[in-house]
Nanobody, 119 residues
Framework: QVQLVESGGGLVQPGGSLRLSCAAS????????MRWYRQAPGKQRELVAA?????STNYADSVKGRFTISRDNATVYLQMNSLKPEDTAVYYC???????????????WGQGTQVTVSS
């Protein structure tokens, strides 16, 4: 069993900051990559940021220069600065990982954490 647990969401004023965390636990052999997605009401889920096992990162154009993804072992973080109302969404963590030697990689999702940017 693998679990991804997100934390750190909440209500913040425009221009403020939040730091999201996502901890993966369970029978993990190796983690290929970890990503953050978000989904606003009435919109499709979109990729926000990603980090590979080698530490390479990429970001959605809408968050470049404001968000930073990082990883420490099986925990991935999303530092969000200069938040805007349009960043309001449920943020989900996704991990591509394997649970044993020679087994195929599988995708696991967290339960999501709400981020609301409002004055």
């Amino acid at each position: 069993q693998v679990q991804l647990v997100e934390s750190g969401g909440g209500l913040v004023q425009p221009g403020g900051s939040l730091r999201l965390s996502c901890a993966a636990s369970g029978s993990i052999f190796s983690i290929n990559s970890m990503r953050w997605y978000r989904q606003a009401p009435g919109k499709q889920r979109e990729l926000v940021a990603a980090i590979t096992s080698g530490g390479s990162t990429n970001y959605a154009d809408s968050v470049k220069g404001r968000f930073t993804i990082s990883r420490d072992n099986a925990t991935v973080y999303l530092q969000m600065n200069s938040l805007k109302p349009e960043d309001t969404a449920v943020y989900y963590c996704r991990a591509l990982l394997t649970t044993g030697w020679g087994l195929p990689s599988r995708i696991y999702w967290g339960q999501g954490t709400q981020v609301t940017v409002s004055s």
